[in-house]
């Protein structure tokens, strides 16, 4: 899948690489720091690291500074060397400050990042690393084409074909650049650390956000006589920088449809694929079907034969061959083969569902596992519960596991019959082949093979029902 078989060659330990993460991003209007909004179930962040993780041997540069914890916390499951920016006055500014770290690596090359390009690949990190290389170039970008540059910064070549400048956009000028261009900057960089030195602290403000911009390395390396290298990735989606909802949503979108599309192409039979989000994470075996509108997230684990109906969503689950129909709610939860869950059923973390176990319409189970063959039909809630194996558990059925303090465990053991609207009061043990009479309160164990009745006895008064005395005109 799209993040699962890119390996990439870990790269010499002559490259270090830097991610640029610091921005307010305020064209998002979010309180969250632009780099945490998530795409399908994890923050772009998340991709990027992962990305790096499989493209190079050091551990990745990453420049915080709006919604530094956050950050932190985002950055918490990778190993990253995180530099702050108190003050976020540019790009450049971004890479000025994490000098001394660049520095300290002992790198020949550097590689740079923005933060808000998520679905950059490892092979093209390493197509620019290499092309900055073979040419012995002092500075490398990755451009991309588009049809409408809109706020991108602008790559400006001179007549031979290098590359001058990068004008950004709302410095751009027609009358001083030229007509306009479709080649347009990535936010990818490759640069010789020592050529870097020389140019990295003459950049300036001089400019209409009064920013340091990292661009402005692409003309001052020409001005110093450097070789500027720019490797044209054309029309390449996954290049594309995010800096709105709307470009947010796009992307979203490009990566959802490339998971879907891949599982598709490994076997999967995904039926109305336009309306399925899988998150990056998940695996799942190629001979499972699934039918969208369907949403499927963390760790999530099918297996073949497994089939999921539309309008579920799962997450960090493992469905090993068992059958999610419409309208079903699961999560960390774990469901074995020949298994029926739902209509409508929730499993909440730590529900277990063993082979031939079915929870029906309406279903709650928590932190509970559900003996093989077991079947819980209709309108329930069994929470804190270990359930064996044959057991009916009848409509209505509560388990009552919270006394408003702490939980407490249910046991029911092997060939239980439960009647409907039976109250389990828990701590509470029902032995192997009890039955539990309709509509019972249970508040202490029942022994095996024995009936549990807790209701009270039912009076028939004769002739006192209301309707009698009701004519055929009422
Ligand atoms: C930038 C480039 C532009 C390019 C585009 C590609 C500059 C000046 N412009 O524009 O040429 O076409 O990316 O997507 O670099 N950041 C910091 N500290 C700061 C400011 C920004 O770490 O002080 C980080 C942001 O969090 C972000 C990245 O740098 O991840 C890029 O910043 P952003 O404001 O998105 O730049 P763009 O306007 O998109
Ligand atoms: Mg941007």
């Known amino acids: 899948m799209i993040f699962g078989d890119e390996t990439g060659l870990p790269l010499s330990s002559e490259a270090g690489v830097l991610v640029l993460a610091a921005g307010q991003g305020t064209r998002m209007h979010s309180p969250l720091p632009k780099v945490l909004q998530k795409l399908l179930d994890k923050p772009m962040l998340w991709y990027l690291l992962t990305t790096l993780k ?8 990453v420049v915080a500074g709006h919604g530094r914890k956050r950050g932190e916390e985002a950055c918490g499951s990778f190993e990253t060397d995180l530099i702050y920016q108190e003050r976020q006055l540019g790009t450049g500014h971004a890479l000025q400050v994490a000098w001394d770290h660049i520095i300290r690596g002992g790198f020949k090359w550097l590689v740079v990042l923005n933060g808000d390009t998520p679905l950059i690949r490892p092979h093209q990190i390493q197509a620019l690393l290499e092309s900055v290389r073979s040419k012995d170039a002092d500075v490398g970008l990755m451009s991309l084409e588009l049809d409408d540059p809109g706020s991108y910064g602008r790559v400006i070549r001179s007549a031979d074909g290098r590359v001058r400048e990068v004008v950004e956009a709302g410095d751009f000028d027609a ?25 990295l602290f003459q950049l300036d403000s001089n400019n ?7 661009t402005q390395l692409i003309s001052l390396a020409q001005q110093s006589g450097m070789t500027v290298e720019a490797v044209n990735a054309g029309r390449c989606s996954g290049l594309l920088g995010v800096n709105t909802p709307g470009e947010l949503i796009h992307q979203e979108e490009y990566v959802r449809s490339c998971i879907v599309n891949d599982f598709i192409g490994q076997g999967v039979f995904i039926r109305s694929p336009d309306t399925v989000r899988i998150g990056p994470e998940v695996f799942i075996e190629p001979g499972s079907e699934i039918t969208g509108p369907v949403e499927i997230y963390g760790k999530t684990r099918i297996t073949s034969l497994s089939r999921i109906f539309s309008h579920c969503y799962i997450e960090d689950s493992f469905i090993d061959g068992g059958q999610v129909f419409c309208f079903s709610h699961i999560v960390e939860s774990v469901i074995d083969s020949d298994t029926g869950v739902g209509p409508y059923a929730r499993l909440r973390p730590g529900t277990r569902m063993r082979k031939g176990s079915r929870a029906g319409n309406f279903v709650e189970i928590k932190n509970s596992s559900v003996g093989a063959g077991s079947k819980i039909n209709h309108l329930s809630y069994i929470g804190d519960t270990s359930m064996g194996e044959g057991v ?25 019959f439960i009647g409907s609207n039976t109250a389990l009061i828990a701590p509470g043990v029902l032995q192997e082949k ?9 508040t202490r164990d029942v022994p095996g093979e024995s009936l549990g009745i807790a209701r009270s ?15 055929k005109s009422d």
């Open 434 to 442: 009890s039955m539990i009479a309709a509509g019972s309160v249970i």
């Open 175 to 199: 009358r001083v650049h030229g007509p306009d261009v479709s080649e347009v900057n990535s936010g990818l960089y490759a640069f010789r650390i020592s050529s870097l030195e020389r140019i």
């Open 54 to 61: 499989r493209t190079f041997s050091s551990r990745p540069m």
């Open 457 to 471: 006895r039912q009076k028939n008064l004769e002739g006192r029902s209301p309707l009698k005395n009701f004519k």
């Open 392 to 416: 009916n558990v009848g409509a209505g059925t509560i388990t009552c596991n919270y006394d408003g303090r702490e939980k407490h465990e249910t046991i029911i053991e092997n060939k239980v």
């Open 208 to 214: 209409k956000q009064k920013e340091f911009y990292l």
